[in-house]
């Protein structure tokens, strides 16, 4: 084949190529503005972004389409005009491997637009599609004043669900940049105690809050990272989910929180470039997703054993377990109490019986005496902080008898706060590692598998990605071959032809390579007794590249015949 003539096919390939994959990829982007437009609410400022980082994502996701649609155009009118047979005249050969051939420009561009279609599914996609969801939670006080609007309910992880009738986003306060405010009718705030293995981890409602109007303060830091929620009640009660001594009927709360919860913006593989998925696959506990996992059973595992070490003290012969939180010391005691137990997430102390309140809470500072109290319960509550150094503990108490000098006070319900140094044993905990909490043993509990099905959809996924990111790139010289083949076939010289007889191998390829994608990630809650999906799933990544390369090779090896 002569320069003029590879020049001649190359550029009318090239051309039509990226006419194709300009208009599918803005057609592609505009779709991809329905979800974030139905679900999230958009201003004009957010939605131009979008349109700017959904660009390239789909540019690379139209480059198989575009590439076969080309091909198949080009090589179609070709054989329209019968140039391919002016071609064969002159000695040029449709295929062979001896000789340069018709098909050696669509090989070339094939080649070329795989090598782009991998640079940016391995770095640029990566980044902008991380890009777009920022964008997308980026104002989380209208995501979630969007929430309530539509479903009347928005979850906050798995402990808090908020419940309203309306929701109304206040203009921020340029005094505080990093704070985000939305207005609730009606809210009812809902917390929920945590489950375990003995009911199937299923969470049961613990606390209810319910107001005329609350206040959510969203806080992030400077980089929108760790939301922060606290809710500013007005006309706030909290009624506890089983009655209680004293608690005729609610609490009176005038706020709700602070309560860290993690971001909307969570780590999905799809937002990492090639660099990082290298790096996650050989160390599992650099993901996020993972780290956090361990991070809360090894808090879990410290609430557990703080309270286990209060229970033990009061069931002791003293009776009485001191707190010290720095100048404050407070001291429970339990002398003739009916009952100490746990109770999910809390120790209670039932001390009501004919003796009268009989469960004791002191209190001094700097060893003045500050509080003196009697109750008819006292729930204990303990639960690491952020730097895993300090408990943070609550001691609440119901049918109260305030002890003053003017005589008994007595009161429905009054609460402490306040925080102690965490014993060194429980501190030695942070340094666990995340395969420390993960079990393929049926007999362990259901946190410790949480921990290894986490590990192992993390290798599948990250397995996945990168298979399909190499598929999708060399499904671009498979679609080229594909497609001129066809074009020489089938004489498909308009742009309608051309695109019937390229769509059907395309989506044949790009549906087995999404199905694939599916299926690695498929890893049922019992996943002990099934079979790991990943090397079904990576099959079929391969598959429609294979079963559409096996059709180019039969078309060729037809015209070779012809």
């Not at 480059?63 to 070709?78: D, N, Q």
């Not at 505080?176 to 293995?197: C, M, N, S, W």
């Amino acid at each position: 084949m002569s320069r003029t003539l590879f020049r001649y096919i190359f550029w009318d390939l090239l051309r039509i190529f990226m006419m194709t994959n300009g208009a599918l990829s803005g057609i592609m982007s505009f779709a991809g503005l329905l979800r974030p437009l139905t679900q999230n609410g958009l201003d004009a400022g957010q939605v131009g972004r979008l349109l700017t980082y959904f660009t390239p994502s789909m540019m690379a996701y139209s480059f198989p389409i575009a590439a076969l649609f080309s091909a198949t155009v080009v090589y179609g009118r070709l054989n329209a005009d019968s140039e391919l047979l002016a071609c064969r005249a002159g000695g040029i050969p449709t295929f062979s491997f001896t000789r340069f051939s018709l098909v050696l420009p669509a090989l070339v561009l094939g080649i070329v637009v795989g090598m782009i279609s991998l640079a940016f599914l391995c770095y640029i996609v990566p980044a902008f599609t991380l890009k777009v969801e920022k964008v997308m939670f980026s104002n989380v006080a209208q995501f979630v004043a969007n929430k309530i609007e539509r479903n009347h309910q928005i979850k906050f992880g798995t402990s808090t669900t908020v419940f309203a009738q309306r929701a109304e986003v206040i203009p921020p306060d340029p005094a505080e940049p990093f704070v985000q405010r939305v207005v609730l009718e009606g809210p009812t705030i809902i917390t929920y105690d945590k489950g375990d293995h003995t009911n199937g981890g299923v969470r049961v409602p613990d606390e209810f809050w319910m107001a005329n109007k609350a206040t959510l303060h969203i806080r992030t830091d400077a980089n929108g990272d760790n939301p922060e929620m606290t809710a500013a009640l007005d006309g706030g009660m909290k009624f506890p989910r089983r009655a209680i001594a004293g608690w005729e009927g609610g609490v009176t709360q005038t706020q709700f929180g602070p309560m860290p919860f993690g971001s909307f913006l969570k780590e999905d593989t799809k937002f990492m470039d090639i660099t990082r998925l290298k790096e996650l696959e050989a160390d599992k506990s650099k993901s996020k997703k993972i780290s956090d996992l361990k991070r809360q059973f090894v808090e879990d595992d410290q609430e557990d054993l703080y309270l286990k070490l209060v229970e033990d003290g009061l069931k002791s012969p003293q009776r009485q377990y001191v707190f010290r939180a720095g100048a404050d010391v407070y001291y429970v005691s339990c002398s003739g109490v009916e009952r100490v137990e746990r109770k999910g997430v809390r120790l209670v102390i039932e001390g009501q019986n004919s003796a009268g309140r009989t469960a004791r809470v002191a209190q001094e500072r700097n060893g003045v005496p500050v509080l003196d109290a009697s109750a008819g319960e006292v729930r204990i509550r303990a639960r690491a902080d952020a730097t895993g150094e300090n408990m943070n503990v609550t001691l609440e108490l119901t049918n109260v008898a305030l002890h003053e000098q003017e005589g008994d006070v007595p009161r429905a319900a009054i609460s402490q706060a306040f925080s102690v140094p965490m014993p060194v044993p429980l501190r030695a905990l942070n340094k666990a590692t995340p395969q420390a909490y993960a079990s393929a043993n049926p007999d362990a509990p259901d946190t410790r598998h949480r921990m290894m099905r986490e590990i192992i959809v993390l290798r599948n996924d990250i397995a996945s990605e990168m298979h399909t990111r190499a598929a999708f790139a060399f499904s671009c010289l498979v679609l080229t071959i594909v497609g001129c083949t066809l074009g020489m076939m089938f004489k498909s010289g308009n742009f309608l032809s051309a695109f019937a007889l390229s769509f059907v191998p395309a989506m044949f390829c790009i549906l087995f390579i999404i199905a694939g994608q599916r299926t690695c990630g498929n890893i049922p809650t019992k996943f002990w007794l099934a079979t790991d999906p990943l090397r079904l799933g990576l099959t079929l990544v391969w598959s429609g590249n294979a079963m559409v390369g096996a059709l180019g090779l039969g078309l060729m090896w037809r015209l070779q015949r012809q």
